[in-house]
């Protein structure tokens, strides 16, 4: 099946500092992927959706100069959090869709753990 | 928009019996219907999926039934194990795919 591969699992970083996420896709293309924030005990929500070559695409409510999303090949999309504070603290996890496979089936990474202090 | 819900919330069953969760759908253009397992501190795995034009699926001890009219849709494990206890999110997304719009999820435990 295919892989898609978030680096790193587990971060811890000071309060104002910024932190980047990469995910990639190990063995097929991929020109969209998604980033979610989950909190403790509850969902995946949307934050944004990736696509290679273009802009992000915001969901209502989050901040675009505050979760900075780029996606400049077919198999790599990175999440920077800029300046990030205590509240930014929560699981993110990326996702990716085969563009040479119909459907609609998307691949998870593993997720990142960031801890602000 | 599209609106997922799932339930129950929670789930304990006795190992060997049978699990169900169920889901509603709002939007009547969702046509593809997967379901996640979620282990603590890891991403979600798909474990099975469903498209519209099918009112069932199975996949050795997981099932998935959609009933379109009624929009709504359920995952059945039998002969549950230790190993299933996870969190299960159920989704939905149209045919653009654009995105898929996840439920609340289960937090399924298997009592041995």
């Known amino acids: 099946g295919a892989v898609v591969s978030q680096h790193p699992s587990r971060v811890i970083c000071k309060s104002g500092t910024s932190v980047k996420i990469e995910c990639r896709s190990l063995?097929?293309?991929?020109?969209?992927m998604f980033w979610y924030r989950q909190f403790p005990k509850q969902s995946l929500m949307l934050m944004a959706t990736s696509n290679e070559g273009s802009k992000a695409t915001y969901e209502q409510g989050v901040e675009k100069d505050k979760f900075l999303i780029n996606h400049a090949s077919l198999t790599l999309s990175t999440l920077t959090v800029t300046s990030a504070h205590p509240e930014d603290s929560s699981f993110y996890i990326c996702?990716?869709?085969?563009?040479?496979?119909?459907?609609?089936?998307?691949?998870f990474g593993s997720g990142t753990q960031l801890s602000v202090l | 928009g599209e609106n997922v819900e799932q339930h129950p919330s929670t789930l304990s069953v006795q190992e060997g019996d049978s699990a169900v969760i169920k889901c509603t759908y709002s939007?009547?253009?969702?046509?593809?219907f997967p379901w996640y397992k979620q282990e603590l501190g890891k991403g979600p795995q798909l474990i099975i999926d469903i498209r519209s034009n099918v009112g069932e699926k199975k996949d050795q001890r997981i099932a998935v039934t959609l009933n379109k009219t009624a929009k709504h849709f359920s995952l059945h494990i039998t002969e549950t194990q230790p190993e299933d206890s996870a969190v299960y999110f159920c989704a939905a997304s149209d045919s653009s795919a654009s995105k898929i719009i996840f439920g609340s999820g289960t937090r399924l435990s298997i009592r041995p």
């Open positions: 996702s990716a869709r085969d563009a040479n496979r119909a459907g609609e089936k998307l691949f």
């Open positions: 939007d009547s253009a969702s046509n593809y």
């Open positions: 063995d097929f293309q991929a020109t969209t």
